[in-house]
């Protein structure tokens, strides 16, 4: 199968795009961040740009896996909208323009957002809540329901909207493993939410099954059970340390805390957990890893600084 991956220098993207050329399939990535001696055909390109459909017009994929999206701890601001919005649009157009059978949007669990009156378990018919205090999120969400959208507008082409759960493990990338690095992780005083979470190599896996089962729809992707925040910061060998709201809001990204949007508090007071029986219904998925061992292999890989 001819699989194109926009997005595709990420370091988990990398690994998907080795994962589906070692099944066999045909991988091209396009990305405009570098991958240097990329092992599979790469092109140095940003999705919306003409360069892009032109490799969608020569290679008419059957399926377009897009990972390329980006949070506000990697870019903040109106770019940030562009590529996610507007970086989405463009590549289901262009799936479209050209033949694609099937295309995946690679998504977040934070979708949903976080607050006190949340679910404890959000399924796939639900809407994004708390965006009010957490504007960073829309361009994400927005991103989302335009791909789930593709679903009743483009009936020709199956697609597959995939919210994963945060990932953990020895690339260090995502949202948890950032939040991680340091040696001290702040919590909001009062508050140990369940985090869930996916080892990377079970990530590359959830989506390599993706490509290959094209189940149409919108769902949830989890592992293991999830596990507190403190439970979390003990097993990675850091020190957390509670604060209170009105103090981290004033100290974050300052004193070697990490870095978040004002709006994230909220994410580290109340839990997104997900109920993901239906990804594992369509597809057969199993994590391999438990939580633990996506947790030990992000602290082999990123020791606690001295």
């Known amino acids: 199968m001819r699989v194109l991956v926009p997005g595709a220098s990420g370091l988990i993207a990398r690994k998907v795009c080795l994962r589906l050329a070692s099944a066999g399939h045909e991988v091209v990535g396009i990305d405009r961040r570098p991958w240097h ?111 789930a959208t593709a679903l009743w507008r483009f009936p020709e082409l199956a697609t597959s909207v995939l919210r994963l759960s945060y990932t953990l493990g020895p690339t260090g990338q995502g949202t948890l493993a950032s939040f991680l690095r340091g040696k001290r992780v702040p919590m909001v005083l009062g508050f140990d939410p369940l985090f869930q979470f996916l080892h990377d190599d079970d990530v590359v896996e959830a989506i390599a099954l993706a490509v290959e089962r094209r189940p149409r729809g919108v769902f949830n992707v989890a592992g293991p059970q999830p596990l507190p925040l403190s439970r979390v910061i003990a097993e990675a060998g850091r020190t957390p340390v509670p604060l209170p709201e009105a103090v981290m809001r004033s100290l974050i990204g300052r004193f070697g805390l990490p870095r978040l949007p004002p709006g994230a508090l909220s994410h580290i007071k109340y839990p997104v957990v997900v109920d993901a029986a239906a990804f594992r219904a369509a597809t057969a998925f199993a994590h391999r890893h438990d939580e633990l061992d996506a947790i030990h292999a992000f602290r082999a890989a990123f020791p606690r600084p001295r």
């Open 37 to 147: 001696d990329a092992p599979v055909e790469f092109h140095d390109l940003d999705v919306r740009k003409r360069g892009a459909e032109e490799v969608f017009r020569r290679l008419r994929p059957q399926a377009v896996v897009n990972m390329a999206t980006v949070t506000s701890l990697v870019m903040p601001g109106e770019e940030r909208y562009q590529i996610n919005l507007g970086g989405t649009r463009a590549v289901f157009d262009y799936a479209r323009a050209y033949g694609a059978e099937h295309c995946i949007f690679v998504g977040r669990h934070t979708f949903y957002g976080a607050g006190p009156d949340s679910p404890l378990f959000h399924k796939e018919d639900e809407p994004p809540l708390a965006l009010n205090v957490f504007p960073e999120l829309a361009d994400l969400v927005a991103a989302d329901l335009y791909a």
